[in-house]
């Protein structure tokens, strides 16, 4: 085999080596964990003409499995996949009830910044508009919520850079703002745990809405996300899949030149994860 394999024999494992210029945001791994490297899931990515990464947790075998010990670090925008946190905060600042409140549609949008969808302008709850990526909707509950409460929250989950800079309310989308694969399944697996500084609740109500594919052998709760920023496309599908009484979790991330934009790229996002979840024998979707 030409992957390598890490056994952790201190007390934790510091998996995060972030830049100096980015916030320290590190996630450490139990004593009991493994971390598996597997460099040769690039050919995944290369099938797609993209970079990127991806980031498995197996939270029976408590092990860890990275495509490179690089990029799984580098923090980018989160895209729609920051809907997940966006909603449990949404529900703990009181800013909606529940996730069937109604948001009524504000008349118009910037269909430069995100695309021309008008089957998504009209009023919906928001459980409607995590499930369709109506971005328009969470924009107006972030104007609500305020950035004072995002820091706050954001600090106590330990997500991302907590730069909020971006003059706009969507920063989760343009801006400085960022987050690695590797701390989008950290905060994944504390949501699994209702171990996040949100009523359990809330984090019940978000882990429901997350749902997005189920059969008889499996669920999958999840979230894609894509953005275009700097010249690049970046995309992401995170989220965790539980069968046979084991769950995990995982975080995919593509980065493309958006001069090399492929047609392909959306379905890029699920398609990689799920050739990954085959190679591993975690299912054969």
Known sequence: MTYKVFL????????????????????????????????DFKKYFDSCNVTGSIVIYDNTKHKWILSDTSDVNVQTLPASTFKIANLLIALETKTIKSENDVVEWIGKTDTIKYGYRPEIYHDMTVKEAFEVSAGWVF??????????????????????????SQKDSDFWNFGEFGISPINQVEFLK???????????????????????EEN??????????????????????????????????????????????????????????????????ISNF
């Open 190 to 212: 504390k949501l699994y745990d209702e171990k996040l500084p949100f009523s359990k609740r809330n984090m019940q109500i978000v882990k429901k809405v997350m749902l997005s």
């Open 139 to 164: 924009i107006e509950l972030a104007k609500k919520i305020g950035k004072k409460n995002y820091e706050k929250y954001l600090q106590l989950c330990d997500y991302g850079n907590v730069n909020l």
């Open 216 to 281: 008889e052998n499996y669920e999958i709760h999840s979230k894609t996300g894509w953005t275009r920023e700097n010249g690049l496309n970046i995309g992401w599908w995170v989220g965790y899949i539980t069968k046979e009484n084991n769950t995990y979790f995982f975080a995919t991330r593509l980065l493309q030149n958006r001069n090399k934009n492929k047609a392909n790229f959306g379905s890029c996002r699920k398609d990689i994860t799920k050739a990954v979840f085959k190679e591993l024998q």
């Open 8 to 39: 952790i024999l201190t007390s934790v494992v510091l998996l995060s080596c972030l830049s100096k210029e980015k916030k320290e945001n590190t996630v450490l791994a139990d004593v009991k964990d493994t971390v598996v490297v597997r460099q």
